[in-house]
């Protein structure tokens, strides 16, 4: 499918304005195939190099039954996770053109079954090593750091070493944790605030970024004949590390205090080998409380190997006097260049377009899907920072991630972090949050599309229960809501996520997370009424307005017709959604013709010679005994 940006739409090649709509695939391309990466394996993450993620999302030989069934729920968009590692884990230059062997399979079976992705360069709390994904190993050893001492130390919290321990949507802490706060900080401002901390010679900085876009670029030229990739995303929720704190002995930048938070100073001295007595906090009804208190690296061992020290004390941030750990420079991180440092700009973006330049010697036309740190601005945009770039934001009704439980009369706003009450207030906050995202792009982002790239719902709610009895829906309820939320803004939007490999027992496989809309287990899909939906495909002109209602089985859509576009409008509409084919009615002048392609899920609407506005409405057959 053939695509590109026009005037702040997706647009395909008749100029039709597209709605992209899918999943991500898939939860499980976060750790290898081989030997199991699953985070419950205390093993996964031994011999680093010797790794394979040959088989993810899924083995070559599955693709055209899975292809094949998401584009029959209308996921004709995806976005593919790929990880750094995934790429170059072996060491520095050594691609693993075995998986990029089998990913160019994956995708040229994508192209067969009409489906595009954006490519995610994906990455969480930075590696595996530090508690989540993405990252090769190899990037923390070039600093010294000594990988089987992470959690003894402090530097990190991981599944795989405290196994029955590791607290629900714990992973997100290791933002604050050591190893993965200093390699975010050396990978965006290294030049800035250790200019002496070298790696093989250059700059931490330089290295690492140039390496990391050398593989994407690398991948990107074996994968270039790939017509299904429609664009990249430079770094999925990429983090500020220790930049923009303002005194590096407070807790700050923090999105989520749960269990054992260090502020920036303990966290550093904890992992040179010095105690630190940490604060615990635990979650309430809205937000955490402190709950106690714990001490980090009670054994005083050092992260570091011999010959290595910590970059922050080498680069002056604090020293030894007296035996003991001293902060000297608790603003380092508060200035860039000798003003108060904005991270989105200078030290975000800059890396995005030089990102999106290299990529696009391989292909002039990709795409580029613009992420900003999670719960902050994106960075800001003007027409002069070049074009072809989408806002690709992230969403979720936080209440319901963290506590794994739906409540449709209350809620926690993402945005300003106070409880809503009320099922119609609620729906109303989520369509007013995204709306923000929205906002933002048309006003600051030099009127770029917006892209949902995640959002999504634990399937494990309330202790599993639907597993135990099939009734998902609560499920169907919650996605509903947030699907009207996406409806109400004309959000392009892809749901995490398609995890191939999922089961009940052990979910995504990744830090106790079960977000996946595929299972082995049961029926295969799971509260599909709550996702598989109608919505306009490709319109022949600018939507307007689409609402679909579930318990009345009928779908509005208003958009004005373009003349000058002689491809119809397509909207999406499953048979299942509405008892059957559709009745299908359009107020418009000039001759209407309208095209019910009950195999592929279609409904075509062609205006000749008509610029105006156009009103569809696709209506079902009503449940027997409703009263809608």
Sequence with gaps: MPMKINDGRIVDDSGRTLILRGCNLGGDSKYPAAP??????????????????????????????????????GFLFLRLVVTWES?????????????LAYLRKILKKAEQHGIAVVVDCHQDVWSRWTGGDGAPAWTLEKLGMDLSLFGRT???LTHQEARADYGRMVWPTNYNRYACATMFTLFFAG????????????????????????????????????????????MNEPHAGFIGYGDLASLENCAL???????????????????????????????????????????????????????WKRSGVWSVENGLPVLKDPVRFSRFGGRPVDFSEDCLKPFIKRFASVMR????????????????????????????????????????????????????????????????????????????????????????PAFLGEFGLPFDMNGGKAYKTGDYSAHEEALGCYYDAVDANLLHSTIWNYTASNRNETGDGWN???????????????????????????????????????????????FKADPSIAAPTELYAPAECFGGAPRVSVAASGAVSVEVDEALARVRITIESFEGEVSVALEGVLPSGSNV
């Design 361 to 448: 010697e391989v292909n002039p036309e990709a795409m580029m899907f613009v992420e900003g740190e999670p719960h902050r601005e994106p960075p800001r945009w003007t027409a002069e920072d070049g074009a072809g770039f989408v806002n690709a934001f992230h969403w979720y009704d936080g209440a319901a991630l963290v506590s794994k439980r739906y409540v449709p009369y209350f809620s926690v706003r993402v945005d300003t972090r106070r409880p809503v009450f009320g099922r119609k207030a609620v729906a109303r906050s989520f369509s007013e949050q995204l709306a923000a995202y929205a906002s933002w792009s048309r006003e600051r982002m030099a009127g770029m």
């Design 512 to 558: 106790g997370e079960d977000l996946s809309i595929w299972s082995l287990d049961g029926e295969g899909p799971r509260a599909i009424a709550g996702w598989r939906r109608p919505y306009p495909v490709a319109t022949a002109g600018t939507p307007l307005s689409f609402e679909w209602d579930r318990g009345a089985r009928r779908a509005e859509f208003r």
């Design 257 to 311: 205090p749960l269990g054992a938070m260090p502020t920036a100073f303990q966290a550093m001295a904890a992992a040179s080998g010095f105690p630190q007595t940490v604060p615990v906090y635990k979650l309430g009804l809205v937000g955490a409380k402190r709950a106690g208190e714990e001490t980090l690296n009670p054994e005083g061992a050092s992260l570091f190997q011999d010959g290595f020290e910590c970059p």
């Design 36 to 73: 199991d990466g699953a985070t419950g394996n205390p093993d996964g993450l031994l011999d680093p190099a010797a790794v394979s993620f040959v088989g993810r999302p899924f083995p070559a030989d599955e693709a055209d039954a899975h292809f094949s069934r998401l584009a029959s729920w």
């Design 154 to 156: 402090g530097a990190a």
């Design 87 to 99: 790429i170059e884990h072996a060491g520095p230059g050594v691609y693993d053109e075995s998986y």
């Design 191 to 234: 030049n800035e605030y250790a200019p002496g901390v070298l790696i093989d010679g250059e700059s931490a900085q330089d290295y690492l970024q140039s390496r990391y876009i050398a593989a994407m670029r690398h991948a990107y030229r074996r994968l270039k004949d790939c017509k299904a990739i429609a664009g990249w995303g430079p």
